[in-house]
């Protein structure tokens, strides 16, 4: 399954209680060109995990930076980036034991 796929149903397995009408996932786009995502952690098991914040910078069109702040995981990253920021966010949810998948 690949990331974007794995992150639909993380989204999907949230949804129960009105969590989606309160909160969710925000994929947006960035003048610089690049990416940012903004997905609410809580109430999904996630909100006592530790994250280490990540920043990695290679050039002006292949970087990602993300942490959490406020129980929202915040990512941003070049306009190539995208599918590896799902993968930082699926790796954190998958070492924490939140979501298996499907």
Not at 55 to 68: G, L, R
């Amino acid at each position: 399954m690949n990331n974007l796929q794995w992150l639909q149903k993380w989204y999907l397995s949230q949804c129960y209680e009105d969590w989606e009408s309160d909160y969710g996932i925000k994929i947006g786009t960035l003048e610089n060109p690049g990416w940012s995502i903004k997905i609410d952690i809580i109430y999904t098991g996630l909100e006592n995990k530790s994250f280490e914040k990540v920043e990695i910078e290679k050039n002006d069109n292949d970087w990602i930076h993300c942490w959490v702040k406020d129980l929202v995981f915040l990512g941003y990253c070049g306009p190539e980036n995208l599918d590896e920021l799902i993968k930082i966010f699926r790796d954190w949810v998958e070492n924490n034991s939140i979501f298996e998948g499907i």
